[in-house]
């Protein structure tokens, strides 16, 4: 079984920056393509980043490109999402995710394992 743990949890000032990671435990996620989800108080999760396990494919919401980017150093390691100019509309508990078989990066549904969540407050 695949534990994701999510770290970089923080409160910064709008325009600041921030760099989250995930982890894995258990089984190699070396070929899981990982994504990089948020949720704000009274909406729905929402995507945010993603990137195919090779590391060559990225795909990012239109409110956060050219702000994030998420990376991962070789299959192995853990998933950073820098955030950069952070806005307080990014305010949310930010959630990692792996999947073996993820057709949409975008879509929730396609990955399989779920971190517990990390908080990040942005204040104006």
């Known amino acids: 079984q695949v534990q994701l743990v999510e770290s970089g949890e923080g409160l910064v000032q709008a325009g600041g920056s921030l760099r989250l990671s995930c982890a894995a435990s258990?089984?190699?996620?070396?070929?899981?393509?990982m994504g990089w989800f948020r949720q704000a108080p009274g909406k729905e999760r929402e995507f945010v980043a993603g990137i195919r396990w090779g590391g060559g494919s990225t795909d990012y919401a239109d409110s956060v490109k050219g702000r994030f980017t998420i990376s991962r150093d070789n299959a192995k390691s853990p998933v950073y999402l820098q955030m950069n100019s952070l806005k307080p509309e990014d305010t949310a508990v930010y959630y990692c995710?792996?999947?073996?078989?993820?057709?949409?990066?975008?879509?929730?549904?396609?990955?399989?394992?779920w971190g517990q969540g990390t908080q990040v407050t942005v204040s104006s």
């Open positions: 258990g089984r190699s996620f070396s070929r899981y393509d």
């Open positions: 995710a792996g999947g073996l078989r993820v057709v949409t990066t975008t879509r929730a549904s396609d990955y399989d394992y």
